[in-house]
Antibody, heavy 120, light 111 residues
Framework: QITLKESGPTLVKPTQTLTLTCTFS??????????VGWIRQPPGKALDWLAL???????WYSPTLKSRLTITKETSKNQVVLTMTNMDFVDTATYYC????????????WGQGTLVTVSS | QSVLTQPPSVSGAPGQRVTISCTGS?????????VHWYQQLPGTAPKLLIY???NRPSGVPDRFSGSKSGTSASLAISGLQAEDEADYYC???????????FGSGTTVTVL
């Protein structure tokens, strides 16, 4: 059974760096083709894909946020970490991590999400 | 501004059939990338509903069906039930952006 759970601060100040951790179980990020992605959703708005990391450490980023994002993995800990620099009020959102199976272009298992509020 | 366009809302009476459109372009749906659909119940995380244009994961009722044609895709819900009230999102891949893209989302209301 695949599960994912996001953790990190619920409140950050403008200009600060956000660090979120996705801890998962039921699969390994050392398995060929598997990847984990991050998606966010501002309150009342649509889903927005942020980043993806593959089993082989290949990394993909949203072109609009690429300069602010870094995604890494700790395979032995079953964790994926997303950092986002220079946080702004518009970055207030629920942040989800999700599993993407090999050769798929969709996310089949999602974490419960974590709400991050940017406020001074 | 979402790359994939969906109607903001659709509604129907219990038992009716509703459809949700997802309009893309030649760099995503029209470039032969598959379309996938997610259901998001109030206050919960998205759940995969349809993958690969028309396939249902285990446990998804066959009342839900998907299709794709040209630069658009559709999700149909037949025999609408109160528990189907949720937000629905389409998703694909855009080769020009090299990014996974989501639709603008559609709220389904059961009258």
């Amino acid at each position: 059974q695949i599960t994912l759970k996001e953790s990190g601060p619920t409140l950050v100040k403008p200009t600060q760096t956000l660090t979120l951790t996705c801890t998962f179980s039921g699969f390994s990020l050392s398995t060929n083709g598997v990847s984990v992605g991050w998606i966010r959703q501002p309150p009342g708005k649509a889903l927005d894909w942020l980043a993806l990391i593959y089993w082989d450490d290949d990394k993909w980023y949203s072109p609009t946020l690429k300069s602010r994002l870094t995604i890494t993995k700790e395979t032995s800990k079953n964790q994926v970490v997303l950092t986002m620099t220079n946080m702004d009020f518009v970055d207030t959102a629920t942040y989800y991590c999700a599993h993407r199976r090999a050769a798929a272009q969709y996310f089949d298992f999602w974490g419960q999400g974590t709400l991050v509020t940017v406020s001074s | 501004q979402s790359v994939l366009t969906q109607p903001p809302s659709v509604s129907g009476a219990p038992g009716q059939r509703v459809t949700i459109s997802c309009t893309g372009s030649s760099s995503n749906i029209g470039a032969d990338y598959d379309v996938h659909w997610y259901q998001q119940l109030p206050g919960t995380a998205p759940k995969l509903l349809i993958y690969g244009n028309r396939n249902r994961p285990s446990g998804v009722p066959d009342r839900f069906s998907g299709s794709k044609s040209g630069t658009s895709a559709s999700l149909a819900i037949s025999g609408l039930q109160a528990e189907d009230e949720a937000d629905y999102y389409c998703q694909s891949f855009d080769r020009s952006l090299s990014a996974y893209v989501f639709g603008s989302g559609t709220t389904v209301t059961v009258l």
